[in-house]
Each structure stands twice: as C-alpha cells, then as structure tokens.
C-alpha cells in the first residue's frame, strides 16, 4: 500500500517564475492538505481539498493556488516566486469527515528560489 | 489565538539516556486535539500520538510515554533507554476549532540528538 508520494523530490527555480507541486494522497483517502515549512520551523498550513474543491485555507497569499482532481491526487501551484518560497512543501492526506484528525504525510518537496 | 510552544530547540543525550520533550499549547476552545510527530532527515512527518482534550490518560507505546496535563495546559513526550534512530525533529501539534478541521498547528519542533 503506498503511501503519500510528492514529486519532485527536489526543484530550484528563479524569482518570478512559477511552480507545480504534485501529490497523490494514501490509498483510500480523499483528502489532501499543504503545509509549507521554511527552514528551522514548524510547518503551516497553506490549504485543504476535499471533493476537488477548496474546504480551508491558512494564511497565505492568492499567489498560492491549489486543485484536486476526481482521482483525489493534488497540485499546489505557487506563481510570482518570491526567494521567501523557498521551503519544504509538505503533502498530507486524510479521511474527509471533519472530525477525522489522522493525517499522513508525504516526503515533501523542496523548493529553492534563487 | 492558539499557540503551541516546544521552548527546547535542541536535545543531545547519550544512547540509553532517557528524554523529555517539552509541549505548551494555548487554545481557547475546549475540544481539540493534540499531536506528536517525528519528521527523520527524510522529511516526512511520521505520526506519533493523538489525544483529545477530554482524555487525559497518559499512554505508552513501547519506549514512548506521553504525558497529557490540562490543568498546565502540558502535553509532554517521554523516551525511554533513547536510541540512535531517535534522532530526528519532534513536533507537537493542535487541532481546534479555532485552528479549523484537519488543520494542524504545529509548533516549531525539538531536534534531538543520541549520541552513540
């Protein structure tokens, strides 16, 4: 049974451009959340789908955008690429009821914007 | 507003030692639920423990114990006889109602060392 798997594993890009991220969430689950982690720190929460549709959202700017397809895999795209991008993005995926609180994460992608 | 407070940023102890891990939250709702989560150098966060706010029974899963206190709002994670592969990145975690559902929020997370 595989987990959540992330690609890529690794990426650098330049200011201002712009950057897909994908997921695959855990056999069975139809939930997805992003989560940034900038060095040193904890992660946080950028946003959730569920049924293809945006449930919740941290606080981050429009530039930060996401989808999830019927397949309940994501993507999290971030346009504008500002060097504070930079990070690991982290993929987490999840049952959907709202009081379903058990979350599994991926290996995460990191991003370097030079 | 919710806070989660990990105030040891690193911990090196010697191979059999046994640890502690400090976690402090701040929530004003009275349902939520509290995480521990080892992220290895790998980077994905592995699932440790889940407590809600109305269980306070301690548990202990082989070498971890976890320590759940309301009355000092404390939710603190023990190894015992500390091996080497339990280096790694220790996060504590909340959920609430004013953290929103499946929400997580994390606080900045433990580095600890054992040494050989």
């Known amino acids: 049974d595989a987990g959540v798997t992330q690609s890529p594993t690794h990426l650098i890009k330049t200011r201002g451009q712009q950057v897909t991220l994908r997921c695959s969430p855990k056999?069975?689950?139809?939930?997805v959340s992003w989560y940034q982690q900038a060095l040193g720190q904890g992660p946080q929460f950028i946003f959730q789908?569920?049924?293809?549709?945006?449930?919740q959202r941290g606080n981050f700017p429009d530039r930060f955008s996401g989808h999830q397809f019927p397949n309940y895999s994501s993507e999290l795209n971030v346009n504008a690429l500002l060097l504070g991008d930079s990070a690991l993005y982290l993929c987490?995926?999840?049952?959907?009821?709202?009081?379903?609180?058990?979350?599994?994460f991926g290996q995460g992608t990191r991003l370097t914007v030079v | 507003a919710q806070k989660v407070t990990q105030a040891q940023t690193e911990i090196s102890v010697v191979e059999k030692e046994d640890v502690t891990l400090d976690c402090v939250y701040e929530?004003?709702?009275?349902?939520?639920?509290l995480f521990w989560y080892k992220q290895p150098p790998s980077g994905e966060l592995v699932f440790l423990i889940r407590?809600?706010?109305?269980?306070?029974q301690n548990e202990i899963s082989g070498r971890y114990s976890w320590n759940f206190q309301k009355s000092t709002s404390s939710f603190n994670f023990t190894i015992t006889a500390s091996q080497v592969v339990d280096s790694a990145v220790y996060f504590c975690a909340l959920i609430s109602d004013q953290t929103g559902a499946n929400n997580l929020f994390f606080g900045t997370g433990t580095r600890l060392t054992v040494i050989p």
């Open positions: 929530t004003r709702d009275t349902t939520y639920y």
């Open positions: 056999s069975g689950h139809d939930t």
């Open positions: 789908y569920y049924e293809e549709e945006e449930r």
């Open positions: 407590r809600n706010s109305f269980d306070e």
């Open positions: 987490a995926s999840s049952l959907g009821g709202l009081d379903n609180t058990e979350a599994f």
